[in-house]
């Protein structure tokens, strides 16, 4: 069974940095894309940044120039590097990945979700 689990939340001081990693484990070919996406208090679940193993990365507009998504394929992780954070950017980040599990088709799978609490 393909898992996602997720590491590095916290609490921060604005300016401040947090790296959080996703692991994908499981019995899988491969991984198509991988990401992550969050959710504030009373708000939709947003894309911030995604990563694809073709056609490389995308990052939500609120996020360009200070977060930095990069993916390490030996070890099936992900990492979300976040610099000069901002307390908009307090939420919950939640992995997502579409992988090909074997046998099966491309299928989306979403972590536990961590919290990113940062204060002004």
């Known amino acids: 069974q393909v898992q996602l689990v997720e590491s590095g939340g916290g609490v921060v001081q604005a300016g401040g940095s947090l790296r959080l990693s996703c692991e994908v484990s499981g019995r899988f070919s491969s991984i198509i894309t991988i990401g992550w996406y969050r959710q504030a208090p009373g708000k939709e679940r947003d894309l911030v940044a995604t990563?694809?193993?073709?056609?490389?990365?995308h990052y939500a507009d609120s996020v360009k120039g200070r977060f930095t998504i990069s993916r390490d394929n030996a070890k099936n992780t992900a990492f979300l590097q976040m610099d000069n954070l901002k307390p908009e950017d307090t939420a919950v980040y939640y992995c997502?990945?579409?992988?090909?599990?074997?046998?099966?088709?491309?299928?989306?799978?979403w972590g536990q979700g961590t919290q990113v609490t940062v204060s002004s």
């Open positions: 990563i694809h193993n073709r056609a490389g990365t």
């Open positions: 997502n990945a579409g992988i090909v599990p074997v046998g099966q088709p491309n299928t989306p799978y």
